[in-house]
């Protein structure tokens, strides 16, 4: 776990529906073989054992549920998650979000079940809370760059760098992730530069004409 990430959230992007979605899932692979990257996929629930099974991409889940399992119509557990073969997940994106028990909740059973835990905050604030609940990662993304065309190490790098340093102080075992706008190898290589330890990204590469293409670029800050 000490390679940089680079994670990629499929969301539930049209572009990705049906065999485009497997189709990304092995560009992530692909590159990731070719370049020694650390690529994860996160693909739509409907996706996921299928994309972990057969693709053999690290596979982290979008989101979980904070329920037991047993009669939960509907809902995804974390026993669902880890047979289905993904190895993570995301918990509390900002399109997604859970209430602070349900995170802290959900860390401690993903930790039980040997699962990555990546907490998704909006500043340093909430990732102070986020780290203190002792998740694998936090990963700060302000709300209003998601989806945008400016990334967070340009718009506001001291979000990035503030975020860092108060995780540290709360527990050097938890590494930060950026998100938010990022594009680009200069955009990795800054969030490293931060002191961050990869990004989280979505449109950037699920929307590009050339996934495979941006991958690289991305991989090449690695």
Same mark, same amino acid.
């Given at each position: 776990?000490?390679?940089?990430?680079? $994670?990629?959230?499929?969301?539930?992007?049209?572009? &990705?529906?049906?065999?485009?979605?497997?189709? !990304?899932? #092995?560009?992530?692979?692909? &590159?990731?073989?070719?370049?020694?990257?650390?690529? &994860?996929?996160?693909?739509?629930?409907?996706?996921?054992?299928?994309?972990?099974? *057969? =693709?053999?991409?690290?596979?982290? +889940?979008?989101?979980?549920?904070? =329920?037991?399992?047993?009669?939960? *119509?509907?809902?995804?557990?974390?026993? +669902? =998650?880890?047979? +289905?073969?993904? /190895?993570? *997940?995301? $918990?509390?994106?900002?399109?997604?979000?859970?209430?602070?028990?349900?995170?802290?909740?959900?860390? #401690? %059973?993903? %930790?039980?079940?040997?699962?990555?835990?990546?907490?998704? *905050?909006?500043?340093? %604030?909430?990732?102070?809370?986020? +780290?203190?609940?002792?998740?694998?990662?936090?990963?700060?993304?302000?709300? #209003? !760059?998601?989806?945008?065309?400016?990334?967070?190490?340009?718009?506001?790098?001291?979000?990035?760098?503030?975020?860092?340093?108060? /995780?540290?102080?709360?527990?050097?075992?938890?590494? &930060?992730?950026?998100?938010?706008?990022?594009?680009?190898?200069?955009? /990795?290589?800054?969030?490293?530069?931060?002191?961050?330890?990869? =990004?989280?990204?979505?449109?950037?590469?699920?929307?590009?004409?050339?996934?495979?293409? $941006?991958?690289?670029?991305?991989?090449?800050?690695?």
């Amino acid at each position: 776990m000490n390679k940089p990430l680079i $994670v990629v959230n499929f969301k539930a992007y049209p572009e &990705v529906c049906g065999d485009k979605g497997i189709d !990304l899932a #092995e560009a992530c692979k692909k &590159v990731a073989d070719e370049t020694g990257a650390r690529i &994860v996929a996160c693909p739509q629930m409907v996706d996921l054992a299928l994309t972990a099974q *057969t =693709v053999g991409c690290e596979t982290w +889940a979008q989101s979980i549920d904070a =329920v037991e399992a047993g009669g939960r *119509t509907g809902h995804t557990t974390i026993e +669902a =998650v880890k047979g +289905a073969g993904a /190895v993570g *997940t995301l $918990v509390n994106h900002s399109e997604c979000r859970k209430l602070l028990f349900d995170t802290g909740n959900l860390i #401690e %059973r993903c %930790r039980k079940e040997d699962l990555i835990s990546c907490v998704c *905050t909006n500043d340093v %604030r909430v990732s102070k809370a986020a +780290a203190a609940m002792g998740p694998d990662y936090v990963a700060v993304e302000p709300p #209003e !760059l998601i989806g945008g065309d400016i990334s967070v190490t340009t718009a506001d790098p001291s979000i990035v760098s503030s975020t860092v340093d108060m /995780v540290r102080n709360i527990d050097k075992g938890v590494k &930060v992730l950026c998100g938010a706008g990022v594009k680009s190898s200069e955009d /990795v290589s800054k969030a490293v530069e931060l002191g961050a330890s990869g =990004v989280l990204l979505a449109s950037g590469v699920v929307k590009a004409r050339d996934p495979v293409g $941006v991958l690289r670029d991305l991989s090449s800050a690695i």
